[in-house]
């Protein structure tokens, strides 16, 4: 294998980041050029001598590098060899399956979702499944925490006052100003507060649909999308789905076209549970179908911030002609999940949800909001997001290590543009309800495909959730789960691979 790699590709920013440092930037771009298939599983990387002349660095921060993406599960030290690109876990094949008819989410679906929620909610479990961070380390409550204070110091009277629909108009032009970044223009009356990204998707279904109406949806989808739809009396529709590009756009065109469809919820961009970015074209493609058939799309962009390339990939908002899309989003994965503030920009519908909004949950708290507005002009949200992105990706990677060192032949996986979540598919033996069942005995929780199906689909599936430590309970609780797989499989772990020697 040659040795060589395009310097270009790999060139190491001389203005360096605030607190990052030369070998994170070197690690983070090679880690980028093993993602894109630059560097070919099993490919030999230059000596660390090499690489230190060719990027103009020590020969420490090139060992410190190769050691990060070791750690990471990506390269693999061979003894008197060098350092070669691991094996990589196999990545979910292209499929577009059979759409659905229209249905109520069945009933055995809905009380496995009651079933994983309350085992994922028990502190006594360790958790490999729940999309929430646990732990203060993934969210700047230091630094919340003080603009409170100061707040409530400088306008103590600020806890007496309401914020009615559309909410605070200090975080609503921070909003539409960080709107901008995914190509979104918005002004602060185009948006509207909500509590939390479910309010937002719950307003948005219910000011355009009413009971018996049907909802297009990914496959798989976010499973509490399931529940919610039932509540309201609405039906769901599995749209074909592709794991790598998203929602099929022509089976999509059919059903408008046939006006089978009175909305559609879909996440273009890191997708739960599988992590896709649908590419641009596509996005374009979306807008323009949901205008032309004057269908609402309730676009879910919860992780669109959490995306792992150098510049983001916009929402299907910015190519919204005539308000056919809703965008719905918050801050509770990224910032302060207690605060329980979203948003949702509702397009031709904006003066309907704010009057529902209203008469649902009236208004937000003002001392949170200007808290989050005060933190989002500072600018520290962006530094915060960069820190995200890195550790997201480094905890997917090495969980996909984990994967393959413990999980049975056959395992296979997608690969997430953003996020912290992931979709793997097992052998076919694997039944992952009943994996499920087993290691609750073992006090560890993991959340079956079925979930993410109104007809009960991805038997052999599961969705992984990297948003946890990763200490030594996470990866003991990971490495259970493969030891179980392979017993329920008869298959041995580890990923078969014909690497080059």
Same mark, same amino acid.
């Given at each position: ?37 630059? *560097? ?11 690489? /230190? ?84 380390? @993934? &969210? ?156 609402? *799309? ?9 995306? @792992? ?9 910015? @190519? ?39 008469? /649902? /949950? ?89 979930? &993410?199906?109104?007809?009960?689909? &991805? ?10 430590? @990763? ?31």
């Amino acid at each position: 294998m040659s040795e060589f790699m395009p310097a270009t590709l790999l060139s190491v920013a001389t203005d360096e980041a605030a607190g990052e440092t030369r070998y994170h930037q070197l690690a983070d771009q090679m880690a980028e050029a093993i993602r894109r298939g630059t *560097l070919l599983p099993g490919s030999r990387l230059p000596s660390v001598r090499r690489c /230190s002349q060719m990027h103009q660095v020590s020969i420490n921060t090139v060992v410190a590098a190769y050691r990060r993406l070791e750690d990471r599960g990506l390269i693999e030290a061979r003894p008197q060899s060098g350092f070669y690109v691991s094996s990589a876990l196999p990545v979910l094949e292209s499929r577009i399956e059979e759409h659905s008819p229209a249905a109520e989410p069945a009933d055995e679906v809905l009380a496995l979702i009651d079933k994983v929620f309350a085992a994922q909610t028990n502190p006594e479990y360790t958790n490999i499944s729940l999309a929430c961070p646990q732990t203060s380390d @993934f &969210y700047p409550g230091g630094k919340l925490g003080r603009i409170m204070s100061s707040l409530l110091r400088r306008q103590p009277k600020i806890i007496s006052q309401y914020a009615l629909p559309p909410g605070s108009l200090h975080l609503r032009q921070q909003v539409a100003r960080r709107a901008m970044a995914l190509g979104m223009i918005l002004e602060p009356n185009d948006i509207t507060l909500t509590h939390g990204c479910m309010e937002a998707l719950q307003l948005a279904l219910r000011v355009t649909t009413q009971p018996g109406d049907s909802v297009g949806l990914e496959t798989p989808t976010y499973f509490f999308l399931l529940p919610l739809l039932a509540s309201l009396g609405l039906k769901a529709v599995e749209i074909p789905t592709d794991p790598q590009d998203g929602l099929s756009l022509d089976a999509l065109e059919l059903m408008l076209s046939e006006k089978r469809l009175n909305a559609v919820i879909a996440m273009p961009t890191a997708q739960n549970p599988m992590g896709f970015t649908m590419p641009l074209a596509a996005k374009k493609r979306l807008a323009r179908l949901m205008n032309d058939y004057q269908v609402p *799309l309730i676009e879910d962009g919860l992780y669109a911030e959490i995306q @792992f390339g150098a510049t983001l990939s916009p929402a299907v908002k910015s @190519f919204d002609k005539n308000g056919w899309v809703l965008f719905c989003t918050s801050f509770t994965k990224t910032l302060a999940p207690d605060f329980r503030i979203g948003w949702i920009a509702g397009g031709r519908f904006g003066e309907k949800l704010r009057q529902l909004k209203a008469v /649902s /949950s009236m208004s937000e708290s003002v001392l949170l909001s200007e808290t989050l507005a005060v933190f989002l002009e500072s600018g520290g949200f962006d530094h915060h997001l960069r820190s995200l992105r890195r550790r997201y990706a480094a905890q997917i990677d090495e969980a996909k290590s984990l994967i393959m060192r413990y999980f049975p032949q056959g395992t296979r996986a997608t690969q997430p543009k953003g996020g912290f979540v992931f979709w793997v598919d097992l052998p076919p033996a694997v039944d992952t309800v009943k994996l499920f069942d087993l290691l609750l005995m073992e006090k560890i929780c993991l959340t079956p495909g079925t979930l &993410y199906s109104p007809s009960g689909r &991805y038997r052999n599936a599961l969705r992984l959730s990297c948003c946890y430590p @990763f200490d030594a309970r996470y990866t003991d609780a990971l490495a259970r789960v493969g030891r179980r797989a392979c017993e329920i499989s008869g298959l041995p772990p580890g990923i078969v691979t014909q690497a080059a020697e």
